[in-house]
């Protein structure tokens, strides 16, 4: 009776390293496949497009704001003024399951919606890193690692996870 306890502890502990170790990849590549598909509802399962939009949003007004401190022409705030008041739209418009699939595969909505025929897309190499247990960043692999890039912040939804931000802080704005 011991070894069967200490065999389902040691089994139930190997279940759980594999799935922490690769439940990213797997929802990056099943995202992907979701958008290589054409399936709107599978993508809805990995992305939390309330939480995407608000964060987009929120980052986006923030940037400006910093940008506009910066800018001493009056008609450049006005300017500037006037793109805040575009953002929720725009943001809006961008964060869908459609805008997402064209993100994902660097199509324009354009080549989608004509139903151009989607070559093989080649899957990203992704480094993943974990913030916490229930958060991890995954930034696409370049071959310049000092290249800025945004990170891609999921959070744990069970067992599997959903991207629920884009971490825009290391893109600069207006330069």
């Given at each position: 009776?011991?070894?069967y306890?200490?065999?389902?502890?040691?089994?139930?502990?190997?279940?759980?390293?594999?799935?922490?170790?690769?439940s990213?990849?797997?929802?990056?590549?099943?995202?992907?496949?979701?958008?290589?598909?054409?399936?709107?509802?599978?993508?809805?399962?990995?992305?939390?497009?309330?939480?995407?939009?608000?964060?987009?949003?929120?980052?986006?007004?923030?940037?400006?704001?910093?940008?506009?401190?910066?800018?001493?022409?009056p008609?450049?705030?006005?300017?500037?003024a006037?793109?805040?008041?575009?953002?929720?739209?725009?943001?809006?418009?961008?964060?869908?399951?459609?805008?997402?699939?064209?993100?994902?595969?660097?199509?324009?909505?354009?080549?989608?919606?004509?139903?151009?025929?989607?070559?093989?897309?080649?899957?990203?190499?992704w480094n993943?890193?974990?913030?916490?247990?229930?958060?991890l960043?995954?930034y696409?692999?370049?071959?310049?690692?000092?290249?800025?890039?945004a990170?891609?912040?999921?959070?744990?939804d069970?067992?599997?996870?959903?991207?629920?931000?884009?971490?825009?802080s290391?893109?600069?704005?207006?330069?």
């Amino acid at each position: 009776m011991k070894k069967y306890i200490i065999g389902v502890i040691a089994a139930a502990a190997i279940a759980f390293g594999v799935w922490y170790f690769f439940s990213p990849g797997y929802a990056l590549s099943n995202m992907r496949d979701a958008a290589v598909e054409g399936d709107a509802d599978k993508l809805e399962q990995y992305i939390d497009f309330a939480s995407l939009r608000e964060s987009m949003k929120a980052q986006l007004k923030a940037k400006m704001m910093v940008e506009m401190a910066k800018d001493d022409n009056p008609l450049g705030g006005l300017g500037m003024a006037i793109g805040m008041g575009m953002i929720d739209p725009m943001i809006d418009g961008m964060m869908t399951p459609e805008g997402m699939r064209a993100m994902m595969l660097q199509k324009s909505a354009d080549q989608l919606a004509s139903g151009e025929a989607i070559d093989e897309v080649e899957a990203p190499e992704w480094n993943i890193e974990r913030v916490s247990f229930s958060e991890l960043r995954a930034y696409p692999k370049t071959e310049n690692p000092d290249e800025e890039k945004a990170a891609m912040i999921f959070k744990r939804d069970g067992l599997s996870w959903r991207l629920s931000e884009i971490d825009l802080s290391e893109i600069p704005m207006g330069e």
